[in-house]
């Protein structure tokens, strides 16, 4: 059974314009894809194409107008929050931005078992701890505000913090667009390293195709809110069908 | 030669100390010469940039031994020689072109005014040139972009806007420093595919700035490798990429996957640790905690810049323990 599935999902913004009259502005037109087990899923696809937008919708921070998107065999629109927040998690492309400035590494960690789990402090910080380890971060780092650690070392903390409930997806929205490609090795190593230790699934989405074509099982590729390529990594990057996964590659370096 | 410059040092003196950001940075660049350079944040790329165009702030202490353009000697602490030549002999494109071009005054407006200034052209004649100019860097209906306000481009086309006001005084250096970073993939090799065109056509040298390697590998002649304010490696594009000789340069090559080659899901190669802080530099060679080659004498001395045979046209680089030769 796939873990995921989205069907015919549209999505539109709607503001609201002076003189009361709506205007509505259509961001996700039918897009349809699955993810299974176990697998990593790239999505690429030019700025304001809907790549956050999607990550949104799902992990309902944002909703949508039509569609069907089922996780775990169940409704994504009827699943408890508590529920939800144990199936997916989300790291942001903005490791400086996305961590409160005034807590410790420990507690950003141990957040969502503290609030989601009701976990006691003291239990909760071994647990971080734990986690830290796994994700490369020194436990005599734990004690450090977020403005204390490197672009890299933050970005640890984030996904470090998503992995606290043991979701079975991870969706990571550009995280690593903003660090220098030696940190960037680091982090796509210890992701993959993660996917196998937890059997995690994960979208992963960016605009850098070299970043998704190493490190996704699959790709798809968003234009202007549609899906206009979705395949096996290796033939969406060896054999591109559509004309505009055929620019992307040519204009790649 | 037209530049030359021997032993640039730049410290900023801030409230929480000193901070030594360029170090006995020494390169020259030869007329109508493309040099790619590229490091991670931080290493101290844009800095020396700025030391030319005299754009460093009040706090930067500059240091040089000798600095040459054109062959004639220029003092990088006289803002009288750089505000000279900047903008007409050196022009510059920056990252955000966004935040390059003022937001309150039509594009028009601030072409005219670059080109009335620098030229000396009348109104109508610098509206005409204005107009070409845009033309050449393929924006349609130029006459009527004049009137719009920065804000309503797009980030590619303020881009456009950014590099034929950098051209306009045919300048003899133009400096890009990440000209493309904040675009598209697709909108990023037509702006760059555009500015060697102009480079060619206009004999220009060109210095540019990106910390990514495929990049500065696809449109540089010359590469030089900067960490923690040093250039470690600098040579022919072809041979530093083929052969590299420094840790850090073999590191940086082999840590960013490629969009058309090799396996996916594969460990890469990743350069442990993070770069140094420069307020608190390491002693020896600065690379040396996060080298998997480096010994004793690596934490003791700095290792001076070595070349493989003295000439421009072979690689020098700084390692006790460079990597061999193919
Ligand atoms: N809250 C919002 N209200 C109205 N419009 C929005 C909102 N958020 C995003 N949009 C618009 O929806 C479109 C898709 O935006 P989205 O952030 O999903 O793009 P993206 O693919 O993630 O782009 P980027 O690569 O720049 O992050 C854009 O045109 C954007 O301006
Ligand atoms: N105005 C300033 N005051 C104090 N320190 C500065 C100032 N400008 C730059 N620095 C420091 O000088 C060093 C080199 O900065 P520089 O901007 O040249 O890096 P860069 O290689 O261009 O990095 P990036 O890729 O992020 O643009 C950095 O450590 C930076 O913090
Ligand atoms: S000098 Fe030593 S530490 Fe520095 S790069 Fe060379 S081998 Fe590594
Ligand atoms: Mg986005
Ligand atoms: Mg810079």
Request: aromatic content about 6%.
């Amino acid at each position: 059974m796939n873990l995921l599935s989205v069907k015919n999902l549209n999505k539109s913004y709607v503001t609201k314009k002076l003189m009361g009259k709506n205007e509505e502005r259509k961001v996700l037109s039918n897009v349809q894809f699955e993810l299974g087990e176990n697998k990593i899923l790239g999505i690429v696809g030019e700025s304001g194409c809907g790549k956050s937008t999607l990550a949104k919708v799902l992990t309902r921070l944002e909703d949508f107008q039509s569609g069907e998107i089922t996780l775990c065999g169940q409704n994504l629109r009827e699943i408890p929050q508590k529920n939800l927040t144990h199936l997916v998690q989300m790291v942001f492309q903005d490791p400086y931005q996305s961590l409160n400035p005034r807590k410790m590494a420990w507690e950003i960690i141990a957040d969502p078992i503290m609030v989601v789990e009701k976990t006691p402090r003291p239990q909760a910080k071994i647990q971080a701890l734990a986690m830290m380890a796994k994700v490369g971060l020194l436990p005599e780092l734990s004690e450090r505000y977020p403005h204390q650690f490197s672009g890299g070392q933050r970005q640890r903390i984030g996904i470090a913090r998503a992995l606290m409930l043991k979701p079975k997806i991870l969706i990571l929205d550009e995280p690593v667009s903003a660090l220098d490609v030696s940190i960037q090795a680091q982090v796509l190593n210890l992701l993959l390293d993660l996917q196998k230790e937890f059997g995690l699934s994960m979208i992963f989405i960016s605009h850098d195709l070299s970043v998704v074509k190493h490190i996704s099982d699959e790709t798809l590729v968003l234009y202007f809110g549609e899906v206009v390529e979705h395949g096996p990594s290796e033939n969406v990057f060896k054999n591109p069908q559509h004309a505009y996964t055929k620019t992307l590659l040519e204009s790649a370096p | 030669m037209l530049l030359e410059i021997e032993k640039l040092s730049v410290q900023f003196k801030t409230e929480s100390g000193n901070l030594l950001a360029l170090r006995d940075v020494s390169f020259s660049l030869e007329a109508g010469e493309i040099l790619g350079v590229v490091g991670e944040s931080g290493s101290g790329k844009s800095v020396s940039n700025l030391a030319l165009m005299g754009l460093l702030p009040d706090i930067a202490v500059i240091n040089t031994k000798k600095v040459l353009f054109q062959n004639h000697p220029l003092d990088l602490n006289s803002q009288k020689q750089l505000s000279q030549l900047r903008g007409k002999s050196i022009a510059m494109i920056f990252q955000d072109p966004m935040t390059a071009l003022n937001p309150s005054l039509t594009v028009g407006y601030q072409m005219l005014e670059t080109l009335q200034t620098h030229l000396g052209l009348s109104k109508k004649a610098a509206k005409m040139k204005a107009i070409s100019l845009l033309e050449r860097v393929g924006i349609l209906s130029a006459e009527q972009r004049l009137k719009v306000y920065p804000f309503e481009l797009s980030g590619g086309m303020a881009q456009r806007v950014m590099i034929a006001m950098s051209i306009s005084c045919n300048p003899k250096l133009l400096i890009a420093d990440e000209p493309t970073t904040a675009l598209d993939v697709t909108i990023q090799k037509q702006i760059l595919d555009l500015l060697i065109d102009l480079q060619r056509e206009k004999k220009m040298s060109m210095i540019f700035v990106s910390h990514d390697l495929a990049l500065v590998k696809k449109y540089s002649q010359r590469i030089q490798v900067m960490y923690a304010g040093e250039i470690i490696e600098t040579g022919p594009t072809d041979q530093v990429i083929k052969n590299p000789h420094h840790p850090y340069t073999f590191g940086l090559l082999k840590a960013r996957p490629s969009a058309h080659a090799g396996k996916t899901k594969e460990h890469l190669y990743a350069i442990p640790g993070t770069v140094p802080s420069l307020r608190a530099r390491p002693s020896g060679c600065q690379f040396h905690p996060r080298c998997n080659r480096s010994t004793e004498v690596c934490k003791k001395t700095n290792p001076s810049v070595s070349s493989l045979q003295p000439s421009p046209l072979q690689t020098s680089f700084s390692c006790h323990h460079p990597l061999e030769s193919l």
